[in-house]
T-cell receptor, first 116, second 114 residues
């Protein structure tokens, strides 16, 4: 069974540009989560998508946005990039185990975003 | 808000020995899940073990086991017979049963000495 995949592996942008990161969940998983792992700051929850809808959002500004496609893959868009957006962005997926409940999250390898 | 604390930024263990990584959390909820994830230098976060709060029995996965103390809000990870491949960052994580955002600790970097 293929795991969660993310692309690109590395992304270099300049301040003010936009970045688009992509994630494909494990087959059968309908929920996708995005996390930011900045150096020395641990993992911070960004967004949760399920069945094409944004279900929950972490404490990040609106220039962090995303969407989930009918095949459950997802994009994370970061507009007006700032230097502090440089981080590893991790995507995770899970099944839905019931109303308001999701199963264990499985992570992809991440996209390293560098903002110059 | 729930918080997860890992008080050991770094730990080291001799190959074949046992090491315990500490984790405490703060919550007012009664229904939740706890996880240990491993992140080797390759960056891939790998699930090590999972514990449901309603289960009194401690979870075990081969050489990995937890000591879940619900009243003390403690969730430590014991690695037995440590192997070189166990070297990684280990993250403790909390997830409420009523929401799906995970709260992670700051991580513990484990070094395994040959």
């Amino acid at each position: 069974e293929a795991g969660v995949t993310q692309s690109p592996t590395h992304l270099i942008k300049t301040r003010g540009q936009q970045a688009t990161l992509r994630c494909s969940p494990i087959s059968g998983h309908t929920s996708v989560y995005w996390y930011q792992q900045a150096l020395g700051l641990g993992l911070q929850f960004l967004l949760w998508y399920d069945e094409g809808e944004e279900r929950n959002r972490g404490n990040f500004p609106p220039r962090f946005s995303g969407r989930q496609f009918p095949n459950y893959s997802s994009e994370l868009n970061v507009n007006a990039l700032e230097l502090e957006d440089s981080a590893l962005y991790l995507c995770a997926s899970s099944r839905v185990a019931g109303p308001l409940r999701t199963d264990t999250q499985y992570f992809g390898p991440g996209t390293r975003l560098t903002v110059l | 808000a729930q918080t997860v604390t890992q008080s050991q930024p770094e730990m080291s263990v001799q190959e074949a020995e046992t090491v315990t990584l500490s984790c405490t959390y703060d919550t007012s909820e009664s229904d939740y899940y706890l996880f240990w994830y491993k992140q080797p230098p390759s960056r891939q976060m790998i699930l090590v073990i999972r514990q449901e709060a309603y289960k009194q029995q401690n979870a075990t996965e081969n050489r990995f086991s937890v000591n879940f103390q619900k009243a003390a809000k403690s969730f430590s990870l014991k690695i037995s017979d440590s192997q070189l491949g166990d070297a990684a960052m280990y993250f403790c994580a909390y997830r409420s049963a009523s929401s799906n955002d995970m709260r992670f600790g700051a991580g513990t970097r484990l070094t395994v000495k040959p």
